[in-house]
């Protein structure tokens, strides 16, 4: 079992950054996938950015591409959501899951693939 627990949520203008962070506790952080996940008010959950273990591959989704970063440091148990040009559209609370071990490649890019979640942290994006 891992606990997750988010900061850095917000208010920032359209235009601006944050950088979220999530940390895990135990032991064998290094051994999930790490995903960030956001959900608006009357919309579905959906999955923005994950992780390997290892760091060495990385998903984005499309409404996301080219304006956040994912990253983790194994040795802090924590995992980054580095977020910028922010839109209004953006506005959501904002969880980190944790995928557990699992054989193989296994598919990382969908809600229902993480075991885990944190409780969330609101991030909001004034125009």
């Known amino acids: 079992q891992v606990q997750l627990v988010e900061s850095g949520g917000g208010l920032v203008q359209a235009g601006g950054s944050l950088r979220l962070s999530c940390t895990a506790s135990?032991?064998?952080?290094?051994?999930?996938?790490m995903g960030w996940i956001r959900q608006a008010p009357g919309k579905e959950r959906s999955l923005l950015a994950a992780?390997?273990?290892?760091?060495?591959?990385?998903y984005y989704a499309d409404s996301v591409k080219g304006r956040f970063t994912i990253s983790r440091d194994n040795a802090k148990n924590t995992v980054y959501l580095q977020m910028n040009s922010m839109k209004p559209e953006d506005t959501a609370v904002y969880h980190c899951?944790?995928?557990?071990?699992?054989?193989?490649?296994?598919?990382?890019?969908?809600?229902?693939?993480?075991?885990?979640w944190g409780q969330g942290t609101q991030v909001t994006v004034s125009s």
């Open positions: 135990g032991r064998t952080f290094s051994m999930y996938a």
């Open positions: 992780i390997r273990r290892s760091g060495g591959s990385t």
């Open positions: 899951a944790a995928q557990g071990p699992r054989p193989g490649m296994s598919r990382f890019s969908m809600p229902s693939d993480y075991d885990y």
